[in-house]
């Protein structure tokens, strides 16, 4: 008796076959016993033939079934060729996206007292716009543009100086920043209502000429901290025929309440999704995440899958939805995703990477301090893909007996018998005999002053830019430009959580000091 072995692989189909042998219908098959010899077999012939592309043969839906038959008579083997496979390949030229320049900010003030939420240094040289910036590029999408509505003068001029020239070539793409403006019309005289007006309001920039090919729209967050090659994330989407495709990644109770969160069905659709959910309503967003390939231990730290906030829209639905299903929609999260899901193909791709949303002064302050580590889950250093700023020419950073441990020191810096542990230095920071930095974010200055200008601040009792003579600072975030004088104490060492002393220069949230941006920190100060 002969057997028959099959191995499935795409762009198969099996004919109908007599008694004894195989059946298909509706798309599946099954298998029988089959009696007698495979040689001059009546369904081998038949099966072989409709294998081959013939005119007679329907055309073959992809990734469905392909078949070796064998017989334990190593004579009787039968080979039927499977006709070649086609695959879209994603295509990134028919790729745009959107990075959203974020709202008002108000849990990171007051980092974003004067600055876009994507426009606030990380790092050390970078701003936050350069991540989904440099992974476009490093993507090969060309066709870039920046929604811009608060603070956004520093984000414009950052983006303009590090992406218009300085050997960055988009080919025929561009980066263009779209600010929020006032148009003619009841509804052209507000401003962004929320993520998904902005992005409607300049929808026509989608049905420019230029952008006739633009098949998919990548729609980013500006404040995020992640490498992700889009490309990978478009191919999915296409290969899975979907109308929607988010990103999502696993998250922990901590912040599980910050996210969307989602339920992903059997074969990857999103079959729930709920926006920044509480209690009970939180509760049952929890799934077993180890079905995402995380070990036991990571799921039960990690138990919901968040929307990262990164989406592909095929662009024919998201004008579909955006103009005419959900005209009055202002939210993706609240409202435009859980209205596609009743009707639309919304599938889930999942980020197994390193991701951090960089939302309030505690997540910014512990994902900078974490790219200190001796082998951060997430760093700058990749030459295969780097992150762009901008670039500034400046010389390298002068140190001059002082102890460094665990620590990023970037361009132009001054140090001189300091120490810095576990601490980021920015750009053009100065740091004076003395100077005691420990987990500390400083973000540096925007210019020099020289020393003749800083002997002469120091002989009328001013305080310069930079940290002066034994000061000792811990748990501390720097903004720009800021002067702390000699002799000061930044430890919070009553524990304060909370507190707005503006008229002081600093705030305090979650425990971390701030000080403000040009803020003047008086010699002697204790705190």
């Known amino acids: 008796m002969d057997s028959c072995c099959l191995a499935l692989q795409p762009n198969t189909h099996l004919a109908k076959a007599n008694k004894g042998g195989l059946s298909h219908e509706n798309d599946c098959f099954w298998g029988e016993r089959i009696k007698g010899s495979l040689k001059n077999d009546v369904w081998v012939n038949q099966l072989g033939k409709n294998l ?22 190593a004579k009787e083997a039968v080979t039927i060729q499977a006709p070649l496979l086609y695959r879209q390949e994603a295509n990134p030229r028919n790729v745009a996206s959107i990075i959203l320049g974020g709202g008002t900010g108000a849990e990171l003030f007051p980092l974003t007292n004067r600055a876009a939420i994507p426009a606030i240094p990380v790092g050390g ?86 952008n006739r090919n633009v098949e998919n729209i990548l729609i980013l967050c500006g404040d995020h901290l992640y490498r992700m090659d889009y490309m990978k994330l478009v191919q999915s989407h296409i290969d899975r025929n979907a109308d929607i495709t988010i990103s999502c990644s696993a998250v922990g109770n901590s912040r599980a309440s910050d996210f969307g969160l989602v339920k992903i069905g059997s074969r990857g659709q999103i079959a729930h999704f709920a926006e920044k959910p509480k209690g009970a ?33 095929k662009t024919d639905i998201l004008l579909k939805l955006l103009r005419w299903r959900c005209p009055m929609a202002n939210d993706f999260g609240y409202e435009i995703i859980p209205a596609a899901l009743k009707e639309h193909n919304v599938q889930a791709y999942i980020f197994k990477d390193y991701w951090e949303d960089i939302g309030t002064i505690k997540s910014f302050f512990d994902a900078s301090l974490a790219l200190t580590e001796e082998f951060p889950k997430f760093e700058f250093y990749d030459p295969t893909t780097p992150f762009y700023t901008s670039p500034r020419f400046l010389p390298p950073t002068k140190i001059d007996k002082s102890r460094i441990v665990d620590a990023i020191i970037s361009h132009g810096c001054f140090l001189r018998e300091c120490s810095v542990d576990h601490s980021i230095v920015g750009e053009r920071s100065r740091l004076d005999y003395g100077v005691e930095l420990k987990d500390t974010v400083m973000m540096g200055a925007d210019y020099y002053q020289t020393e003749s200008e800083i002997a002469s601040l120091l002989a009328e009792g001013k305080v310069p830019i930079g940290i002066g003579r034994n000061t000792k600072i811990r748990n501390c975030i720097i903004d720009k430009n800021a002067k702390i004088g000699k002799d000061v104490i930044i430890m919070n060492k009553d524990g304060v959580q909370e507190a707005d002393r503006s008229e002081d220069g600093f705030y305090i949230r979650s425990g971390i000091t701030i000080i403000m941006e040009k803020a003047t920190i008086e010699d002697g100060f204790v705190m």
Not at 56 to 73: D, E, G, L, M, Q
Not at 297 to 310: L, N, T
């Open 125 to 210: 040289c970078y701003r936050l716009i350069d991540i989904p910036m440099s992974n476009c590029i490093n993507s090969g999408i060309n066709k870039i543009c920046v929604l811009t509505q608060f603070n956004s003068a520093s984000l414009n001029r950052h983006i303009s100086r590090t992406y218009y020239g300085n050997g960055i070539n988009f080919g025929d793409g561009f980066v263009e920043v779209l600010a929020a403006t006032q148009t003619p019309g009841e509804f052209g005289m507000k401003w962004f209502q929320g993520t998904a007006d902005a992005v409607r309001q300049f929808l026509w920039v989608f049905e420019d000429v230029k």
């Open 52 to 73: 081959r592309t013939e005119k007679k043969v329907r055309k073959f839906r992809p990734r469905v079934a392909s078949a070796v038959i064998t017989s334990n008579n």
């Open 281 to 313: 309503d939180l509760k049952a967003m929890q799934v077993d995440t180890t079905l995402l390939g995380l070990s036991p231990q990571e799921a039960v730290k990690s138990p919901y899958i968040a929307s990262m906030g990164v989406y592909v829209f």
